[in-house]
């Protein structure tokens, strides 16, 4: 069985400002690309919350899987399926984290902005990194920091709103 650790992957401040923004915005069905920590983590502190996770490691997905609560589902999928989710249909969510694959990022917040209710957002998280910033600029008009960078692990945590229309 592989160690998982106690806390999110995320820094003391992310982790502060992520659990206020739950708190204050109450989101019902939530999205989050690459389960982890924070799947396990915050459905317990919000019990409310509807949480599905997609994964796209297996063996982490199955460790992951053994110790969620009952209101959340981890889906594992292979990309290019983990981001296009063409033969899924999952709905619309309030609030979508984007947090996992490194090399689907991108993809990630591109999907995400079709899979939206009205008035929903996404937050990305290690946003500071400069092909995840282009990608949310490319697909979300609004931009509000939630968490800055620190100078260790540069991550950070953006709220994205306000998706920009599609384009053919």
């Not at 106690?6 to 923004?21: Q, R």
């Not at 982890?36 to 509807?50: A, C, K, L, N, W």
């Not at 292979?78 to 033969?87: C, F, G, N, Q």
Request: aromatic share 10%; net charge positive.
């Amino acid at each position: 069985m592989m160690k998982i650790p106690d806390k999110p992957m995320m820094d003391a401040p992310e982790i502060a400002a992520f659990t206020a923004f739950l708190a204050a915005r109450k989101p019902r069905r939530f999205l989050e690309w690459g389960s982890g920590v924070s799947t396990i983590y915050y459905p317990r502190e919000f019990p409310d919350i509807m949480w599905t996770a997609l994964e796209s490691d297996e063996a982490w997905f199955n460790e992951v899987r053994k110790r969620v609560m009952p209101q959340v589902t981890v889906i594992w999928l292979k990309p290019p399926e983990y981001y296009d989710l063409a033969r899924h249909h999952l709905g619309k969510f309030d609030l979508i984290l984007v947090d996992g694959a490194p090399k689907s990022r991108q993809q990630c917040l591109s999907k995400a902005r079709s899979m939206l209710n009205p008035g929903g957002s996404v937050i990305l998280h290690d946003a500071s990194h400069p092909p995840y910033a282009e990608a949310a600029r490319a697909n979300f008009e609004r931009i509000t920091v939630l968490c800055p960078p620190n100078a260790q692990n540069k991550r950070g945590l953006w709220l994205l709103d306000d998706p920009r229309e599609f384009t053919v």
